[in-house]
């Protein structure tokens, strides 16, 4: 359940995975977790700037305004990390997806590939996102369902945020968000 107090939204997550050295870790925690809890999680296993949206973007953009929100934090080295928001606890795959924000120090902007069927075809465009950042958003349909993603580099980190359904102007959102937020970084 959320909790709405004075504009701060907390989030229930009920696992946190941990992947270090290519080894999945899984930690069981019951509880809630405010974006504040969330980065002093991943600035436990990482260098790189924190960079996540605020908490009423967070509850601005869920699909029900009813459903709870769990996160899912992948950290996979001290360059890299990446948190999924979900709609269902336990659960990681495209169903209960909802968002994700990740960051890798050193990577290039990255292509999706290309389907054969036109009507799945992805479609590219450069963005301008807060900051004077210069983005690149991309929307595309497979498998199960559509996605939108943006991507921008700063310092040398390139982050992501990926956005199930094909709305980029809930990707360009939540990405505006985590840049005007700041890094987060304890």
Do not use: H
Not at 14 to 28: F, K, Q, T
Not at 114 to 121: E, G
Not at 155 to 175: C, F, W
């Amino acid at each position: 359940m959320n909790f709405i107090n004075k504009n701060k939204v907390l989030l229930t997550s009920l696992s946190l995975i941990v992947s270090l050295g290519g080894v999945n870790v899984l930690e069981a925690i019951a509880g809630t977790f405010s974006i504040k809890a969330i980065s002093a999680q991943i600035a436990r296993r990482t260098n790189v700037p924190i960079l996540l949206p605020s908490e009423q973007v967070v509850e601005q953009y869920k699909f029900d305004r009813s459903e709870s929100i769990y996160t899912f934090l992948d950290t996979y080295s001290d360059t890299d990390y990446s948190v999924r928001f979900n709609n269902r606890p336990g659960e990681v795959g495209n169903v209960a997806f909802r968002f994700s924000v990740s960051a890798k120090r050193g990577k290039d902007f990255e292509k999706p590939r290309q389907d054969p069927d036109p009507r799945y075809a992805a479609t590219i465009k450069q963005v301008k996102l807060s900051g004077n950042s210069n983005g690149m958003l991309t929307s595309w349909c497979g498998g199960t369902a559509c996605w939108t993603k943006v991507q921008w580099k700063s310092n040398g980190v390139l982050y992501d945020v990926t956005a199930k359904q094909r709305q980029p102007e809930t990707a360009l959102a939540i990405a505006n968000s985590a840049i005007k937020s700041g890094n987060r970084q304890p």
